[in-house]
């Protein structure tokens, strides 16, 4: 059966520092997300992405934040310059005509 | 601001009991209901969807939709042990959208 990937499952990382946390959504899908969770929270949108473009963005997703589809398959999430309350699980989803959102096991970043 | 509340738990329920999961949402555009389950550490599992009033049932699992009333709902008959988790009513408004989440009703299945 089909699933999203990502990687990694952990990174750590130093406050300032750039991270690049990867995702490769189910192949036939059209729509790509990034979500975060910060511990003990809900689940929070930060980014959705189809046909090459940003199509909706959160508040939390600001001038820090880009996402990236490099190729057919990859999708990325940057954040430029961490800061410590950047820590949270990040989970990558994606849809396909069908609107159900299907959720990669997530990449728990950790800013030190 | 669409909002989407559960009552946060812990539900308790015996093991082969029907558990009985609620959610209400905010705003009537709202057009896709999906209920997750979420065990600790892990990601969100989707397990139901759906998008017309009614009952919508798949094996154990029946989400009943109320638009009129704002209400979402999710029963789980037999409960098992390994239904032990958090559970996720989420929202969209339209194909390609954000999901907008509850923050979850942890449920537990004593044996």
């Known amino acids: 059966e089909p699933e999203v990937t990502q990687t990694p499952s952990h990174q750590v990382t130093q406050m300032g520092q750039e991270v690049i946390l990867r995702c490769v959504p189910i192949?036939?899908?059209?729509?790509f997300y990034w979500y975060r969770q910060i511990l003990g929270q809900k689940v929070e949108f930060l980014v959705s992405?189809?046909?090459?473009?940003?199509?909706?963005k959160s508040e939390i997703f600001d001038d820090q934040f880009s996402v990236e589809r490099p190729d057919g398959s990859n999708f990325t999430l940057k954040i430029r310059s961490t800061k410590l309350e950047d820590s949270a699980m990040y989970f990558c989803?994606?849809?396909?005509?069908?609107?159900?959102?299907?959720f990669g096991p997530g990449t728990r970043l950790t800013v030190l | 601001q669409k909002e989407v509340e559960q009552n946060s738990g812990p539900l308790s329920v015996p093991e082969g009991a029907i558990a009985s999961l609620n959610c209400t949402y905010s705003?009537?555009?709202?057009?896709?209901f999906f209920w997750y389950r979420q065990y600790s550490g892990k990601s969100p599992e989707l397990i139901m969807s759906?998008?017309?009033?009614g009952d919508k049932e798949d094996g154990r699992f029946t989400a009943q939709l109320n638009k009129a009333s704002q209400y979402v709902s999710l029963l789980i008959r037999d409960s098992q042990p390994s239904d032990s988790a958090t559970y996720l009513c989420a929202v969209s408004y339209n194909q390609g959208g954000k999901l907008i989440f509850g923050q979850g009703t942890e449920l537990s299945v004593k044996p």
């Open positions: 759906i998008y017309s009033n």
């Open positions: 989803a994606s849809s396909g005509l069908k609107d159900e959102q299907f």
């Open positions: 992405f189809y046909n090459n473009e940003i199509s909706e």
């Open positions: 192949s036939n899908h059209l729509y």
């Open positions: 705003d009537r555009g709202s057009q896709s």
